[in-house]
């Protein structure tokens, strides 16, 4: 029964400490820092955390013995984490992985063909601005990716390196699917089409002076896109 317990507790700690070392890491790194934790220290700290929780019920509950408990759990239930508006950060490739293309249905009319017209548009401006992101020097980069983490909400934060560590640490059984939904601000195109008028205000309401461009949505940085993971 003892045993049968500890079990229990380690598996309900697991998830409880996960959330806590993600919340303090958020709070307290910058992008780069939170990442070299997550592939280095966060895994080693997790174990600690738990075993030293475990040791108070058991002095038989060694960090060995924990990890074989936690390998033995219950996986009755799953669990959610998002990356929220922060997917385009793990590069497109593995921000799209597990995603299945959806096949088009045929051109029915006008409609459908201006539809078509504008996501061609679109898909254009965002592969020259991959194509731009890609020129960019690492430092630059970097430096892009630094200032959007600390615009992010700390809860954010959390959510993402939650996210990042349940799909890539190996400590979670990983749900076969990813979830994926459309950015809010673009509809999931990555981009929107903007009426630009002129300096003439006047003239733009009667349709004069003015042009329509083609901008990132600012939100998802062109992804078009927001990742979740199932995991327990």
Not at 102 to 120: C, F, G, S, Y
Not at 210 to 220: D, L, R, V, Y
Request: hydrophobic share 35%.
């Amino acid at each position: 029964a003892r045993d049968r317990y500890i079990g229990e507790r380690v598996t309900q700690m697991w998830y409880t400490q996960a959330g806590r070392l993600a919340t303090a890491a958020a709070m307290k790194m910058g992008y780069e820092e939170a990442r070299g934790y997550l592939d280095d220290r966060m895994r080693d700290e997790l174990l600690a955390k738990v075993a030293k929780e475990a040791a108070r019920i058991s002095k038989e509950a060694t960090p060995d013995t924990v990890r074989q408990m936690w390998a033995k759990r219950s996986k009755a239930h799953w669990y959610r984490a998002s990356y929220g508006y922060g997917t385009w950060m793990l590069g497109q490739d593995a921000a799209l992985k597990g995603q299945k293309a959806e096949e088009k249905p045929p051109e029915q009319n006008t409609k459908d063909k201006a539809r078509a017209e504008l996501e061609e548009k679109i898909k254009r401006y965002l592969e020259n601005q991959e194509m731009a992101r890609k020129a960019k020097s690492s430092a630059e980069q970097s430096d892009d990716l630094e200032a959007v983490w600390k615009e992010l909400p700390s809860a954010s934060r959390a959510q993402w390196i939650l996210a990042y560590y349940a799909e890539n640490s190996g400590d979670f059984e990983v749900g076969p699917k990813p979830i994926f939904s459309a950015c809010r601000e673009c509809g999931g195109q990555g981009a929107r089409e903007l009426v630009v008028a002129g300096n003439n205000v006047a003239k733009a309401a009667t349709g004069q002076s003015s042009s329509n461009a083609t901008i990132e949505c600012p939100t998802c940085h062109g992804l078009g896109i927001i990742r979740r993971i199932l995991y327990r």
